[in-house]
């Protein structure tokens, strides 16, 4: 597993300068999540829960899948979805909705049978919503191109939680502040790989280098397709998943059927290109209203 050059902890000479700060972005390091090698262990999940200190979940079946935890949160960073397809349309690659009329398929697809199993986690965006609508700029990005919230200075006045297109950042009702994954800062910092990656059995949790891993992510892809996954696909670059002014993840994933059944948005954008349509709209609307309302109080002449 790669991992991060740590970082100097001798003391500067007295008078020395400091170092610059690494240019964000020439080097980000991120994650590759490869669906088709996840067993669904959730290692991950209680890897992070450990290494963070996160306080355990509120445990229980929802009623729709196997999965317990349900979705990311304050106190869940990473998420291992369990979704299950029960047709043979979904086996030979359809939606994965389940129609009652085939609840015994006969046709198994190659990889993952008729269960898709995805560990979701922040996806640590090239341009990051959460960031831009922190008003107090408690949401940075590191030296490692990554997305942390420093908890000492957020406020906890959930801005960032509809700026996130994929509704990662959760207020805890214990502290009332904003969290989510840090992609392990403090191991970074010290040359180590975080620990869900770490902890990942079947290396379907990969870390590294982004454009690595991209690189390493689109051979994977055709390698999948030429054994048999044609539905098989990148979900993080700008084409696919980082669209909409995102301009790409720095937590990419391999997904076999569309972004929707792993709850991914399939064009997602960001929320703040959205405003001045809505203004240009409710101004419009106010000069019909206003031209209306002066006819109507004018009456007939």
Not at 59 to 78: E, I, M, N, P, V
């Amino acid at each position: 597993m790669p991992t991060v050059p740590p970082a100097a902890t001798s003391p500067r000479p007295e008078g020395a300068q400091a170092p610059p700060e690494p240019t964000v972005g020439r080097e980000a390091l991120g994650f590759l999540t490869d669906t088709t090698l996840c067993i669904g262990c959730k290692a991950c999940e209680v890897a992070c829960k450990q290494w963070n200190a996160l306080p355990l979940d509120d445990f229980g079946f929802k009623g729709r899948s196997y999965d317990h935890t349900g979705d990311l949160g304050a106190t869940t960073w990473r998420h291992v979805a369990f979704i299950e397809r029960l047709t043979d349309t979904a086996a030979a690659g359809g939606d994965g909705v389940a129609s009652g009329a085939a609840p015994r398929p006969t046709v198994l697809p190659p990889f993952q049978s008729h269960w898709l199993m995805m560990s979701d986690v922040c996806k640590h965006c090239v341009e990051a919503g959460c960031l831009q609508a922190c008003p107090t700029g408690a949401i940075i990005r590191t030296e490692f191109d990554t997305v942390v919230i420093q908890q000492d200075i957020c406020n906890g006045c959930g801005y960032c939680l509809p700026a996130c297109p994929f509704g990662v950042p959760a207020l805890s009702p214990t502290d009332h502040k904003a969290h989510k994954c840090t992609l392990c800062y403090d191991r970074l910092r010290d040359g180590l790989e975080p620990a869900c990656a770490k902890a990942c059995p079947t290396d379907s949790i990969q870390f590294g280098r982004v454009d690595a891993l991209r690189a390493r992510a689109r051979e994977r892809v055709a390698a999948l397709r030429a054994r048999g996954v044609v539905g098989a696909y990148l979900y993080g670059d700008e084409t696919v998943g980082g669209t909409g002014g995102i301009r790409g993840l720095n937590a990419m994933f391999i997904l076999t059927a569309p972004s929707e059944v792993y709850n991914l948005p399939a064009r997602p954008e960001l929320p703040q290109r959205k405003v001045l349509p809505a203004f240009a709209s409710l101004a419009g609307a106010a000069l019909v209203l206003g031209a209306a309302v002066f006819v109507a109080l004018r009456g007939p002449e």
